[in-house]
C-alpha cells in the first residue's frame, strides 16, 4: 500500500483552468505538507496543516487554497491557473514532533 | 532564501568509487536531513543527524555535521548505479527547508 498518494501523476492544463491535486495520507500521520519543486529541483514550502488546521503559509498566491477534509487527506485546489505555476507538487506528510518526512511521487503540472 | 545550498551541483563518478556531497546552511538546527530523490520520483528519507552529533553511519550513508561551519556531508561508499539519484539536504526548525540538490551519476 503506498504511504502518500497523491492524484493526478500528471496534469495538462490550459492558462485561466482551475484545477486540484488531491493528497492522501495512510501512516497515520497528523501534519500533512505541500511542497512545489521547480525546473531546477529547488523544492519550496507551501503549506502544512496539523490536524486539520492550517499552521504554515507561506507566501503563495491566494490562488493556491489547500483543504483538509480529516488529517489523513490535504488537497489542493489552483484558481486561474499561469504559465509560472508548472511545475512538480509534492505532497508530504509527518507526525508532529518527528522530523522524517514522507513524500508523495509528485504531480508533474503543465501549464499551456 | 534556501536554508540548504549543496554542493556540488552535479556529480559523476563510476561504480565502485566513493561520492561525497557538501551542504550548507544558514541558521541554527536541530537537526539536519538528508533525502533521495530519484527521477520522477518523491524524496526518500536516508538518514537524520542531530546537532549534538558529529558523525552518523547507515550502511553505505555516512553523515557529518560541523555547526561552527554550519555545514554538512553526505559520503557514500562503494557506489552503485543505483545510487543514481538526486540527493538533497533538508533543515529547519518549523518546517523543512530543502535546497535544490546534487544531481549523482554513477556510471557503471
Known amino acids: 500500500d503506498t504511504a502518500v498518494s497523491q492524484t493526478p501523476k500528471y496534469l495538462v492544463t490550459q492558462m485561466g483552468n482551475d484545477k486540484s491535486i488531491k493528497c492522501e495520507q495512510n501512516l497515520g500521520h497528523d501534519t500533512m505538507y505541500w511542497y512545489k519543486q521547480d525546473s531546477k529541483k529547488f523544492l519550496k514550502i507551501m503549506f502544512s496543516y496539523n490536524n486539520k488546521e492550517l499552521i504554515i503559509n507561506e507566501t503563495v498566491p491566494n490562488r493556491f487554497s489547500p483543504k483538509s477534509p480529516d488529517k489523513a487527506h490535504l488537497n489542493l485546489h489552483i484558481n486561474s491557473l499561469e504559465l509560472g505555476d508548472s511545475a512538480v507538487y509534492f505532497c508530504a506528510s509527518s507526525q508532529l514532533g518527528r522530523e522524517k518526512l514522507f513524500f508523495g511521487s509528485g504531480t508533474q503540472l503543465s501549464v499551456l | 532564501s534556501q536554508q540548504g545550498e549543496e554542493d556540488p551541483q552535479a556529480l559523476s563518478i563510476q561504480e565502485g568509487e566513493n561520492a561525497t556531497m557538501n551542504c550548507s546552511y544558514k541558521t541554527s538546527i536541530n537537526n539536519l536531513q538528508w533525502y533521495r530523490q530519484n527521477s520522477g520520483r518523491g524524496l526518500v528519507h536516508l538518514i537524520l543527524?542531530?546537532?549534538?552529533?558529529r558523525e552518523k553511519h547507515s550502511g553505505r550513508l555516512r553523515v557529518t555535521l560541523d555547526t561552527s561551519k554550519k555545514s554538512s556531508s553526505l559520503l557514500i561508499t562503494a557506489s552503485r548505479a543505483a545510487d543514481t539519484a538526486s540527493y538533497f539536504c533538508?533543515?529547519?526548525?518549523?518546517?523543512?527547508?530543502f535546497g535544490s540538490g546534487t544531481q549523482l551519476t554513477v556510471l557503471p
Open positions: 543527524i542531530r546537532s549534538n552529533e
Open positions: 533538508a533543515s529547519g526548525a518549523r518546517q523543512l527547508t
